[in-house]
């Protein structure tokens, strides 16, 4: 029997009180190419950079052709062979392609640099690989599949025999995607292997020998992908008990309130996550969104409450349009917005918890009056507010950060959800919370509903999406899509939606 | 004006440049490495103050310039590990050992040589004429009969400039400077990196400090610096973080230095203190026409941390 | 930086609170409570504790130092304290020091309370000062209290205008406002030694100086027969002024939240840029105005190096002071009164005086690395 290439025994980290991988196995073999499978939050990109040692594991060991891998050395890890193309890019933009990859090789090549040795070099493995690439080119001048490429040139250069790749094709387009795709199978054809960490079956299917599936910082199951089916991969990836429902009457949506046609932004770095989402959110309704990262969920958020401008589409508010608007505006018009980041975003930590129950609107009256700060009237909402929503903290004075994670999604809700909005949206606003407190969100979500409002409930956890939402959608490749009743949902077809490729049936 | 007043003002421009080169040279590998060069003037300053105390202790002119360097990488060192070690923010802490330099150079001064500090006095460098080549019309005197160290900053561009585009050592250096989490998963160590570029810094910062006190002055005096090191800063910054720009920069500076002490011969009717203000209004204006693309080290003054 | 949306991986993000152990929604816990309450005064007591140990290191090494020298540091150390305390008229040295310090400090508290890196105070000071002498040597015939008005008023403005341009280019350009306001310090100080060459110096000097201020243009005396001048009322009562604006107004609230991040600006719906003018304007208001106190009341003219140090001393004075207005006037009192008694250390035990350059340079060093060991460049 042919050796393990790399074998990955009882890998355990914990962050905290949250575990990112609990006694995880993974094999992988020479001439293979693994496709790692899972949710946001399964661990996967844990256990790679434990892998590639940009991270140390509280347990387990890794055995790398044959002899063990020290743990926390990157330096190592590319010694031996392993490289890693991450999502973030690791590539000094200033710098040339050349630069780059001359950057961190082994001393054993001297003081100087050869430049045009090493050009030579990367037009020869471009070639051979099919990554056409420029090495004159300045990094900061490229585009991003180019950048990719330029990583994975970094990789071969080096003598990498074991790739891993971290969502390599969030950011490429199709015909890009399919120009990596076919890279990897001429790296497998020369025995080397790779472990390709992806959410999208579809491409899992096209490439992978074998498949890896990581649930909750567990491996759940491996299957070779010959016999395998779209279906059982999804099973496989989000299949599990779904808890009680939530107890819930039925949903009375009354006229329209929100209608976007075609929104369009980008992220911070950039790159256009959101292609043109396009739905109609009712009054006493909640539309859920599914999707994992990365797919334009920060940037529809973001764009609907005012705080980034949309590259192109319209968002019409009881059929006005107010798609040109800034944060105040919107929050004018009625539309509470409780973000992702609790840590910098909808919470001042350091601030305390009354002066972040006013954050948005210290400059109206009762919190402040002729440019002077009510602290009376502000202590005494405060303490209502504490009160109706069970803030549990001594005193309104404390700071916000002295809260458990619970408590301060806590003040955002209540802070939001006490103006008695016409338009909510919701963005992740579970995340990091324990069960008492994700039910407590979601109970205030779905009271506010039933008093009419209207909420756009963003999140990558499925159950919630599936307990939550009146209508479910979603968001894949920055569109919305496959938005269906509640009645009609069914977890196989909105998993198969979120990897990318949505079931014909569930149109 | 006539030919032998311009020569006499160009030797003068390059003599007066030759601190703020050295200066200059030193900020940029500090910088390069991202840390802010702001500590310049107090590395001078100590450089300047080493240099003397040995040269006269000790009667060897060879002995004071080591002192001089090692003076401002002991200068830098105090950065180094506020910086580095600590995550201290860079620029206050530059202005900080500035003022910890300013305090220690005169205190030093006070204790060792008492009320006798200016008889403290040594011999100047002397000017040195290369053979042949200063006998050269023209240009002979001007760049061929300088004091020693002036020599040694011309020489030591080439070096410089060579350690940075073409050497595994500058090439690391300069990915610390733009991106250290790339340098760092590429393999190299930051931290060492920037705390090797810190004290290589100082010691050329140190030996600008020399080149005022035993190739100019002769002896030391509170402050004799007097803001020559964030004059290199502004240098650095016209000259793009790049040597060649850099030495331009401090000729153009240098050029306006011995300007203004010339006013009458040349009868301009700007006042000294306006052509002063030059420098930095010009790297005022680099910095504003840049704007956000200045094209400095991109990690420049921010902390590297790993978990 | 990474990312602000939770990624692939769960675990909270640098500066993330701790979530407490159990459900959150169960009862109150003793022992969790009685913890954060512990912590809570700790990091509220840790700024006094990293002023403290930080000053105390410094005069630690400087003893060390005075030993090498070959003297007695207990005995330099009492003279210290006897030259800033010993009688009254040394504590009015001290006040009268401390003025200037106060001021600036104030301002640059607020603004790296900001995250606005403002180190111009020397060149906001130095133009200010020279605003209110054009206004003092303008003016001359006028009453007296019509000129001070407008000569502080003028110091003032001077001040806010020449912070005002660093800001500028800081908020259009987008350029470090460390690199604007530490060059222009040395642009405004050119400005004012050519005013002092020119328009506003005096004929026949042996020194860069104007010419002797109207008597009725001297900024009086606080107390009869002392050389104590109003200024550290002034001064104090920007300190209050400052903590009023930072914690009860809707203003000072806004610059509160820009300085906690920007993104939480952009949500709260505040413009980031109107916060950096707000907060250098003012930094470089006061600044002029202690400038303007220091000619109206201690040199009674315009004179060649009347602002020296005090800018970037201030930076130290400020951070010492946890930058809280109210925690900088002690900070600010420690460093006037430090440099009034290392004077008289310096006749008395022969020690020199640059040893006060030493402590404050150390002090600083060791409150930056403090403050960087604890994972901020503010508080």
């Known amino acids: 029997m042919q050796q393990a290439l790399l074998q990955m025994r009882g890998i355990s980290k914990s962050y905290g009180e949250v575990r990112a991988n609990a006694g995880v196995d993974l094999t992988v073999m020479p001439g293979q190419i693994l496709g790692l499978l899972g949710e946001n939050g399964s661990g996967k990109s844990t256990l790679m950079k434990i892998l590639f040692g940009m991270v140390r594991p509280d347990a387990g060991g890794i055995v790398y052709e044959g002899r063990e891998l020290a743990a926390g050395s990157p330096r190592e890890a590319l010694a031996r062979g392993i490289a890693m193309i991450h999502q973030h890019f690791t590539l000094v933009e200033a710098m040339t392609v050349t630069d780059n990859l001359m950057l961190g090789f082994s001393d054993d090549r001297g003081m100087w640099l050869d430049a045009a040795a090493t050009a030579t070099r990367i037009r020869e493995a471009a070639q051979r690989y099919g990554l056409d690439v420029d090495p004159a080119k300045r990094v900061e001048e490229l585009a991003l599949g180019e950048k990719q490429r330029v990583e994975i040139l970094k990789a071969i250069l080096r003598g990498a025999h074991l790739l891993i790749l971290d969502e390599p094709t969030s950011i490429l387009s199709p015909p890009e995607i399919e120009r990596l795709l076919d890279f990897l199978r001429r790296f497998r054809a ?166 972040n129950l006013a954050l948005r609107d210290i400059g109206q009256s009762p919190f402040s009056r002729w440019g002077r700060v009510a602290r009376g009237a502000l202590r005494q909402l405060a303490t209502q507010r504490m009160r109706d929503f069970d803030i549990r903290a001594r005193h309104p004075e404390d ?71 009146d209508r479910i959608g979603v968001l894949s490749e920055g569109r919305v899509v496959s938005i269906v009743d509640r009645d009609q949902a069914d977890l196989l077809s909105i998993g198969l939606a979120m990897a990318g490729t949505p079931d014909e049936a569930a149109a | 004006m006539d030919a032998a007043v311009l020569l006499d003002f160009l030797s003068a421009s390059l003599r007066i440049a030759t601190p703020l080169l050295l200066a200059a040279l030193g900020g940029i590998l500090c910088e390069r490495g991202g840390t802010f060069a702001v500590g310049l003037e107090g590395q001078m300053l100590a450089g300047a103050f080493f240099g003397v105390i040995v040269t006269y202790f000790a009667h060897s002119a060879g002995l004071g310039l080591l002192a001089s360097a090692l003076g401002g990488m002991l200068m830098a060192l105090v950065v180094m590990v506020a910086t580095v070690r600590f995550h201290a923010e860079h620029m206050v802490t530059g202005i900080a050992s500035n003022i ?25 460098l002397e000017t040195w004429a290369v053979p042949l080549l200063s006998d050269i019309p023209g240009i002979g005197p001007l760049l ?65 400090g020399a080149v ?96 | 930086m990474s990312p602000v949306s939770p990624s692939a991986d769960r675990p909270p993000v640098d500066g993330q609170a701790p979530a407490a152990p159990g459900p959150s929604t ?60 010993g009688s009254w008229d040394r504590i009015v040295v001290g006040l009268n020091k401390t003025t200037p310090y106060l001021l600036c400090a104030v301002g640059i508290a607020l603004c790296f309370r900001g995250r606005v890196m403002n180190i111009g105070a020397e060149g906001q000071l130095a133009l200010g000062g020279s605003a209110a002498a054009a206004v003092a040597l303008g003016m001359g015939e006028s009453p007296g209290w019509l000129v001070l008005l407008l000569a502080l008023a003028a110091g003032a403005g001077g001040g806010a205008l020449w912070a005002g341009i660093g800001a500028g280019i800081r908020v259009w350009r987008g350029v470090n406002e460390v690199l604007v ?86 949500y709260a719906g505040i413009s980031p840029g109107r916060a950096v003018f707000g907060l250098m304007m003012s930094a470089g208001g006061l600044a002029g105005l202690a400038g303007a106190i220091e000619c109206l009341g201690v040199h009674y003219r315009l004179i060649e190096g009347f602002s020296a140090g005090f800018g970037f001393n201030a930076v130290a004075v400020a951070l010492m002071g946890a930058l809280n207005p109210l925690y900088v006037v002690p900070s600010a009192l420690f460093f006037g009164f430090l440099e009034t008694g290392a004077l008289a250390m310096q006749r008395q035990v022969g020690v020199p005086s640059s040893l006060v350059l030493i402590i404050q340079g150390l002090t600083m060093v060791f409150v930056l690395s403090g403050l960087g060991r604890a994972g901020s460049a503010k508080v």
């Open chain 1, 190 to 355: 020369e025995g080397h292997a790779v472990i390709f960490i992806t959410h999208k079956l579809g491409e899992v299917l096209a490439v992978a020998d074998e498949v890896a599936v990581l649930r909750d910082g567990r491996m759940v199951g491996t299957s070779p992908v010959a016999g395998a089916t779209r279906q059982s991969l999804a099973q496989l990836m989000v299949g599990r008990e779904l808890q009680a429902p939530v107890e819930r009457q039925r949903a009375t949506p009354g006229p329209v309130r929100l209608s976007v046609r075609g929104l369009a932004a980008t992220d911070a770095s950039g790159v256009q996550r959101l292609r043109g989402a396009s739905f109609d959110l009712r009054e006493g309704e909640v539309l859920a969104l599914a999707g994992i990262d990365g797919n334009g969920q920060g940037e529809l958020a973001d764009t609907l409450a005012g705080i980034t401008a949309p590259l192109a589409g319209s968002i019409l508010l009881d059929g006005v349009d107010v798609t040109r608007g800034n944060a105040a505006r919107r929050l004018g018009a009625g539309i509470a917005y409780i973000p992702a980041d609790r840590a910098g975003t909808s919470l001042v930590q350091g601030m305390s918890i009354e002066d």
């Open chain 3, 181 to 266: 306001t530490l060059l222009m310090n040395f642009i405004a100080l050119l400005i004012v030694a050519e005013l002092l060459h020119g328009s506003l110096g005096e004929e026949g000097a042996g020194f860069p100086q104007s010419p002797l201020f109207a008597p009725s243009a001297w900024l009086g005396k606080l107390v009869p027969r002392t050389d104590l001048h109003p200024g550290i009322l002034i001064a104090v009562l920007a300190a209050v002024a400052a903590h009023v604006l930072l914690w009860r107004t809707t203003l000072g609230f806004r610059w509160r939240v820009a300085g906690a991040s920007e993104s939480a600006a952009r």
């Open chain 2, 100 to 124: 910890l330099a300013l305090g220690l150079t005169s205190f030093l001064l006070r204790s060792i040589a008492g009320g006798s500090a200016s008889a403290m006095r040594v011999p100047l």
């Open chain 3, 26 to 85: 169960g009862h109150d816990r003793p022992p969790t409570l009685l913890l954060s309450a512990i912590t809570a005064r700790a990091a509220r007591a840790a700024p006094l504790w990293r002023a403290v140990s930080a000053v105390a290191m410094a005069f630690a090494v400087t003893a060390g130092l005075i030993l090498l020298a070959g003297k007695d540091p207990f005995q330099a150390y009492a003279f210290l304290l006897r030259g800033a305390f």
């Open chain 2, 144 to 208: 061929f009969r300088q004091p020693p160290l002036t020599y040694v900053a011309l020489l030591l561009l080439p070096p410089v400039i060579l350690f940075l585009t073409r050497t595994r050592a500058g090439l690391a250096l300069r990915a610390v400077g733009e991106n250290p989490m790339a340098a760092f998963a590429a393999g190299i160590d930051p931290i060492r990196t920037r705390a090797a570029a810190i004290l290589a810094g100082g010691a050329l910062a140190g030996l600008a």
């Open chain 2, 212 to 307: 005022l006190s035993l190739q100019q002055v002769g002896t030391f005096t509170d402050g004799m610096t007097g803001g020559r090191g964030y004059l290199a800063l502004a240098a650095i910054i016209v000259g793009r973080w790049m040597p060649l720009g850099t030495l331009v920069a401090c000729l153009m500076f240098g050029a306006a230095e011995a300007a203004s002490l010339r006013l009458q011969a040349f009868s301009l009717p700007v006042s000294s203190y306006i052509i002063q203000m030059l420098p930095y209004l010009a790297a005022l204006l680099v910095l504003a026409v840049m704007g956000r693309g200045a094209r400095m080290p991109a990690a420049v003054g921010q902390p590297f941390r790993t978990r």
């Open chain 1, 399 to 469: 700071a916000a950060r002295t809260l458990s994670g619970g408590n301060q999604q806590k003040i955002a809700l209540a802070r939001e959800l006490s103006r008695r909005p016409r338009v909510v949206i919701a963005f992740q606003p579970t995340w990091g919370l324990d069960p008492g407190a994700t039910r407590f969100v979601i109970d205030s979500l779905l009271a506010l509903r039933a008093q009419g409002a209207a909420v756009l409930y963003i999140s990558s956890e499925l159950e919630e999406v599936m307990a939550v939402g």
